[in-house]
């Protein structure tokens, strides 16, 4: 599986597979911590001078994430009426989970969340987070699970999830693949 | 079937059949929103007065000569779609190649068309050539495409 952090999504073309044209440039990726579930993203007009765009673009609206483009089917992906979009606009019980510390089940702490990973292809949702650990330059990545809680600000990783924490993003794709069931039904 | 490219036909004459008149040559092609067929040759002019062959006037595609069914078939740009091909806004080679799932592969180099019926058959990039199969849109942005394999 091919993974992406979501700060690399930001800036990405939003392209229609109906005709070819960038309606869309990715702005910010909304997220919701409490769920582990990514909602959509804001966006920005494309070209040089432009500003931030109304209209937003629900997870469900995307066809596809790659590393050069966001893709939707047609350009009504991003209507102000699109399918999703009220939960993109009303944040209210959505938590920010960038800065949270992830402790293992054994009480180890195993440092701060600083990105989402999300996997690309179709269907794409959030798959883990990378977490950098106090006095090391490397960070890690750790799986999401619908077990996995979160308070205000700590996130526990479940005994389970512990095999599948990796050092890279590739090795975590792999990983992720081969754990991911349990991962679907709470991520989605 | 006869197959070119349209590097090897860029400024072949093009010549009304019934006064034998040259009425100018291949400059670039209006293309389906899918980039799958040839709508309109561009012939002569730019921007607004650019002068396009819809493809039902061509009556033979040449090696020599593009015979156009006759000296009153080509016509001013109607169209916006139209506009944006002969302005080179939406125009195969040099556009960047993007698979659905959102990788980029490169740029068109080419393309192979069936003189005939005015078919694309296939788009060469540098990656190597894509079969018409694949191509699912053609924008200002994009040639976009199917994968060839799952991503």
Redesign the interface.
Known sequence: MNLVRARDVMGLPVVSVASGEDVAEVRDVVYDGEAHRLIGFTLNKRGRFAGRLKAVLAAGSVSAIGPDAVMVDAESAIDDDAAGDADLRDLGTARPVLGNRVLSADGSDLGEVVSVILSTGDAPCAVGYEVKTEGRSDTSFVPISAQMALSGDNLVLPVEATDFVRNDLAGFGAAIASYRSPVLEGGQ | MTIELFSHVNGRRVVATDTAESIGSVKGFVLD?A?RTIEAIHIDGHGKRAIVLPWSSVSSFGADAVMASSSDDPATISDDHQKSAVKGD?TMIGTRV???????IGVVADVEFETESGTVTRVVTGQGPLEADRL?????????VEPLV??
Request: glycine fraction near 20%; aromatic fraction near 4%.
């Open positions: 929103p980039g939406v993007l698979t659905t799932g959102g990788v980029d699912r849109s053609l924008g200002s942005y994009a040639l976009v799952t991503e």
